[in-house]
């Protein structure tokens, strides 16, 4: 009887584990029912009273026109205590930035729609975002990413298969599991803090933003804008924030985009271990660096030419180029253009990545060196004046110059 038994227990424990083996493992995909804890993460009041801070403009930094798209998604629904309380947090991030000469464009609850966010969202250097986290398997290590909009929750794969921000981009986030700690949990590891932020951040560098920050407080959006408009770096900006710990904070880098810094930060209230103040991306780059000002910048700067009374009217051309990929309009000014009617420059005005003909006729030039200015200058209103000076150097020979002509061989 014994044997038997073993043989039936042995012969089922072998049907259980094929039958085990061959169950698909879980994925992004098939998870339908992404869901929210019931309230965000909370910061103790007592620890930081909001300061109600008049915004800084800080003009000196040259800087190209920037826009960014500021989200609250529904707390306690639409009109609720919280939800109305993220608004005036988010309001100080959006003063901050509208200081600064930043277009702000603004998705309150109800008046989230997906389609617009995308719409306004596309070529946006900031975007900001105050709500539920998204998490999308079961506690107590879920997989986590998205924003909660409005009846719609956006997964990571929607983020990036459908946002385009501009290079480099700046992303704040408000929200369960973007800092680590959820409200939904106690204490919990050092591991499980830089597996969440690293998948909540992921999908953001994934379509080549630069900075992310996650945090608790009210005004940390606003102070890290403030900080970044001052000319500090990203890593200098979070390090400037009061919750700031340099004893407590966890300095790594992003497991998969390991040039991107990682620093995790966290407090002990109550006695529990709360990982609420993360940042991810270039540490050492500012806004500056990040969203360049385009300058007009030519393929050569000088043009010279032997010439006599034989040479013929020459052509050269010179492209106008922007040395970021945003596109410039310019003009071309001859600058003593009384004195040198052996020059003509085609067009007047155009746009980079056009070509600047010159023609050059040295044959009614006296003997000597003849040397004429071009100024192509940068005429797009919205940046900074750039400009660019070509010269032009003609030396003419009172002797016929010496010529020799070898012969072509094409196939």
Not at 134 to 142: A, E, G, R
Not at 197 to 211: H, K, R, S
Not at 256 to 273: I, P
Request: glycine share 6%; charged share 15%.
């Amino acid at each position: 009887m014994k044997t038997r038994y073993l043989a039936s227990y042995l012969c089922c424990s072998l049907l259980c584990f094929l039958l085990l083996a061959r169950a698909p493992v879980p994925t992004y995909a098939q998870i339908t029912t992404p869901a929210h804890p019931l309230h965000p993460p909370v910061a103790p009041l007592a620890v930081h009273v909001e300061p109600r801070v008049a915004p800084t403009s800080n003009p000196a930094q040259a800087l190209p026109p920037l826009k960014a798209v500021l989200i609250v998604g529904p707390i306690d629904g639409d009109e609720g205590s919280w939800t109305n309380k993220e608004r005036g947090n988010m309001e100080l991030a959006a003063q901050e930035l509208e200081a600064n000469g930043v277009t702000v464009m603004r998705f309150y609850t109800p008046d989230t729609n997906w389609d617009a966010i995308k719409a306004a969202a596309q070529g946006a250097h900031f975007l900001l975002y105050r709500g539920h986290g998204v998490f999308l398997s079961d506690m107590p290590s879920p997989d986590v990413g998205g924003l909660a909009l409005k009846d719609q929750f956006v997964l990571p794969d929607d983020l990036r298969q459908q946002l385009q921000l501009a290079p480099n981009a700046i992303v704040m986030l408000y929200g369960c599991f973007t800092a680590g700690s959820s409200s939904l949990d106690g204490s919990i590891s050092s591991e499980e803090a830089q597996r969440r932020v690293a998948q909540y951040a992921d999908p953001f560098f994934d379509i080549g933003a630069a900075g992310y920050y996650a945090n608790w407080f009210g005004d940390a959006f606003q102070q890290y804008l403030r900080s970044l408009f001052a000319g500090k770096t990203l890593g200098e900006a979070y390090e400037a924030y009061f919750d700031f710990n340099p004893v407590s904070v966890e300095r790594l880098a992003h497991p998969e985009h390991t040039a991107m810094a990682m620093w995790l930060d966290k407090d002990v209230w109550s006695g529990v271990v709360r990982y609420n103040n993360a940042f991810v991306g270039q540490a050492n780059q500012t806004l500056a660096d990040l969203f360049q000002v385009p300058t007009v910048e030519l393929s050569e700067t000088s043009v010279a030419m032997l010439a006599d009374d034989q040479s013929p009217t020459t052509t050269y051309q010179v492209i106008v180029e922007s040395s970021t990929e945003t596109s410039l309009s310019w003009q071309a000014q001859v600058t003593n253009l009384a004195e040198t009617p052996w020059l003509q420059v085609t067009p007047a005005t155009g746009t980079t990545g056009q070509a600047l003909t010159l023609l050059v006729d040295p044959h009614a030039l006296p003997v000597g060196i003849h040397t004429a200015t071009v100024r192509i200058f940068s005429t797009s209103p919205q940046y900074c004046l750039s400009e660019e000076t070509l010269t032009i150097q003609i030396v003419k020979s009172g002797t016929l110059l010496s010529r020799v002509y070898l012969p072509a061989i094409t196939r």
